[in-house]
């Protein structure tokens, strides 16, 4: 299991590398659970860790956009993808359209990443859907962080089935939402691929400054839990 790291600009995003992180996500955490940045900061970003050697797998959300609203979706994913990260993530409500958007996800031509928001439960056609589609990796995600955890969200057999059933089909599986030490040892009994952080390396909010010692007390309690992360 891998560590995602979400920052929000250069400073952050070298921290979090030098930091133990294993995936650098790039999103405004002021602006919602996908807040996007501005396609010049995520330029910035890429090529701030590239320039020094970093190779850490980049990631970048494209904002809360509604289903509805295919078209501004795909602009922003291919704005977001010309930007030289490795994954664009989208997020996917539970909503009547989610499925048509996940198809044109799927044959936009940039690795994107659907993030399943999961407060108001799954629709598991529409993830059984995705799985089909051939995308890199599949995350659930929470978009009201003050409502508790991404396990307050969901029960530990859904979590359970959509992790194995992701992996089954081939993908990558992410889990994230209001994720903390505390939950270092289920997330190992999970273990999924990667899981995201933002609230737990930050001292305040989620859309304080990144800490660099709750950073690293983080990657001591991953390290510990049960089951250890993925050696860099």
Do not use: W
């Not at 999103?27 to 090529?47: C, D, H, N, S, Y």
């Not at 995201?196 to 690293?216: I, K, P, Y």
């Amino acid at each position: 299991m891998r560590l995602l790291v979400s920052v929000r600009n250069v400073e952050e995003a070298l921290l979090a590398a030098a930091g133990g992180a294993d995936f650098i996500d790039l999103k405004e955490p002021g602006q919602g659970a996908l807040g996007g940045l501005p396609v010049e900061t995520i330029r910035a970003v890429v090529a701030a860790l590239r320039e020094r050697g970093i190779s850490l797998p980049i990631s970048a959300t494209i904002g809360d956009l509604p289903m509805a609203d295919s078209g501004a979706i795909l602009a922003r994913v291919e704005a977001v993808g010309a930007c030289g990260v490795d994954y664009v993530k989208v997020g996917i409500e539970r909503d009547p359209g989610a499925g048509a958007v996940l198809f044109a996800l799927a044959n936009c031509g940039r690795p994107v990443v659907p993030v399943f928001i999961a407060d108001r439960g799954l629709d598991q056609h529409a993830v059984a859907r995705a799985r089909t589609l051939g995308f890199p990796a599949l995350m659930l995600d929470t978009a009201e962080k003050r409502a508790g955890s991404l396990f307050d969200a969901l029960g530990i057999e859904v979590l359970q089935g959509f992790v194995f059933a992701t992996r089954k089909a081939g993908m990558l599986v992410g889990l994230a939402g209001a994720l903390r030490a505390k939950h270092a040892d289920a997330l190992a009994e999970l273990a999924p691929d990667f899981a995201g952080f933002r609230s737990a390396v930050c001292r305040g909010e989620r859309s304080d400054a990144l800490d660099a010692q709750c950073l690293q007390d983080l990657v001591l309690s991953m390290r510990f839990a049960r089951a250890p992360l993925t050696p860099r």
